[in-house]
């Protein structure tokens, strides 16, 4: 088996040291072995690190990628699994000076977000941050927030907020799929058979946490309008607050 010293998987790779660095911080790439104190990597760190390269290529979140190379499935399924969460996550094409540059704002202010923990990175082969079109629809979002008058500081810091309180049932939310659909399938079973559970999942998850989040803040909106004793106001509320559901419910 062939062995490499850093600089050399960094030729061989075609990927800077910082992001190999990166990559292992993550779990997502093993440790090498050491002779003396030199730092010895093989063949399958090599593969490893095309194989990560090429599915962050193709659109899919580091946390993905972790959770598919981290499998003892067969590699067919896994195929099938990647080609059904490309579907879903969109083509990462721009860079971070592109997408900025389509939203009109400065790239230090997406930086600044990049940086806010708020980003599960997808990487380009040099290791820097991709976006697409699903990026690019609800990044304008956000500005028509900020439009409203909302400070981005703030709006950052509640967006900190719940995805550090969804973070953990996200990834719970994984492992029910991978023990009881992935880790459930049989070699006599179609290797689609997997994919097409994503597929069909993912948008019945999607609604129901988009249903329970609506509900739960109008809820609690219209209970503090309530109790701020302004009874037109909270008249108005009610009235806005189905006119959404409805519009909601027709999509």
Known sequence: ??????????????????????????????????????????????????????????GLPLKVVKTLISSTKKDVVDRALVAAVKEKAGEARYTSAQFADLLGIPKGLLDLVDSSELREAVAGETGDNLYSDVDLEAARGVMRLLEYGLPITRLLEVAVKHHRATGQTV??????????????????????AVADAFREMLPIVVSLVAQHFHRLLVGRALAR???????????????????????LAQR
Do not use: C, W
């Open 225 to 247: 309008i309530k109790q701020s004793g302004d009874k037109k106001a909270f008249r108005v509320a009610q009235r806005t607050a189905g006119e959404v559901r409805l519009r």
């Open 1 to 58: 088996m062939k062995s490499y010293s850093l600089p050399e998987l960094v030729r061989a790779s075609a990927l800077p040291v910082d992001t190999i660095r990166y990559y292992q911080s993550l779990g997502l790439l093993d440790g090498p072995r050491h002779r003396s104190r030199t730092a010895v990597y093989s063949d399958s760190h090599l593969k490893r690190l095309r194989l990560i390269r090429s599915m962050s290529a193709r």
């Open 171 to 192: 990834d719970e939310a994984i492992d029910l799929f991978n023990a009881y659909v992935r880790g459930r399938q049989r070699d006599g079973d179609s290797v689609e």
